[in-house]
């Protein structure tokens, strides 16, 4: 395997550091506030217009289908044109996506179009974020990863996930206010549109440019390629996978819950949507506050590594799953999604920094690219399924996430990379770095290889020992290329 030789990162002081992640934080925020606000009305919307429940989550799907194909390809370009201009670059596209849907959203309820118009109109805006506006969310995590060392690194993207939480928790709580006379239900559109064109403003003239990483040739791709997500040596490479698996299995069971939440809230307090829809507002809260202290709370209380956020976030995930599957009222409802919500809060930043710190730096990139690609592909047909069966069969959507949940726990534990997800930070340099460092150390490369016994306090203590080393033998690496 070929390892390019990587440039040091240009030192920023820590308060510029704070600065430039909170620029960042503002972008996903924003982002995932007008993509909550949105979710918390369309149910509403729907009905108003008479658009079919199964319709109404299918509008995502195509959106979240060229998410899923593009967002390796806007990582690949970030790696060579640097994160900042593919952070403006998705955020265009949210703005320019968002108005278009409100304009679409209005015409609709003014009856100056169809239903059918309307379905198709808003689901090609959406199309548009999902092209283009999934640029900023691997860019944004690759910058973040460039500027963090391992040791930070899962706590910075787990405050990155609750860029997310935050963005949750004000899109739902602020979008019933812009529900003004003459827009109705096209209002928090237009207001998320012109939150995010400021961010953009911002990115433009303060966010300062990350150096890009030099290009490694990731294991698993074929010679001759420089880790080419579209080749599939990312996807198959038994560092990673596993947690892209993982990351895929939940995430499509919060899109389940999350698009079904909105009709379940309907059906249980037994009102019309537009009565309906505080209710709503209340439960989405309450499960993005649930998600947002588990984030930025939780997680830093107990110093919980990516292993335990898989763990945590699929058991609590599944457990709130079946709760929801007997919950006879609306408060139960609601209690069922805040634990769900914490499971999920758990479970995203898990898999993220599991696969960071699985990958060589140079691989962020990519990796970021993986990770949002997956993201993506939860809702291509999750959501219609889901509120089909919801249609169908009430209880049956949260009971199947129940299962898959439970043995998605049972895989953490069969499966290695998953077991040990963070455990060593050996094990995100590339084999010929490790080599490398313990012959520059004087050691055997043969301790390199991971297969210690993991019982007993010995092997406790000799694995700690590794790896404190191979820490030490990269530090001073770092120190003599700088």
Known sequence: MTVARRRTPPVASPDSRRRDFAIVFAVMMAVAAGNSGLQSVL???????????????????LSALLWTVSAPVWARASDRRGRKPLIALGLGGFVVSMAGCALVVLAGLKHLIGPAVVFVGFAGMRSLFGLIGSASNPAGQAYVADRTSMEERTDALATLAGAFGVGTVLGPAIAPYFVLPGVSFAGPMFAFAVAALVCLVVVLRLLPPSEIPAQTQFRGAAPGQKGRLLDFGLWLDPRVAPFLFYGFLVGSAQAVNGYTLGFLVIDKVHMAPVQAQGYIQVAMLGGAVAGLMAQWGLIRIFHMKPRDLLVWGAGLAGLGNLFTTFAPSYGTVVTAYALTSIGF????????????????????????????????????????????????????????????????LGFIFLNPALRRAGDMAETALDPDEMEQAQVGLGESPRLAEPDLPRGGPINQIKRRLRAARLLEARRRKARLRS
């Open 345 to 408: 809060g758990f479970a995203r930043p898990g898999f993220t920094a599991g696969a960071s710190l699985s990958a060589p730096q140079a691989e962020q990139g990519s990796v970021a690219g993986a990770v949002t690609a997956v993201n993506g592909s939860c809702v291509i047909i999750t959501p219609i399924l889901g509120v089909w069966l919801y249609d169908h069969v009430h209880w049956a959507p949260f009971a199947i996430n129940a299962v898959a949940l439970a043995a998605m």
């Open 43 to 61: 149910p509403a919307i729907g009905r108003e217009i008479h658009i079919p429940d199964p319709l109404v989550a299918g509008i995502f799907s």
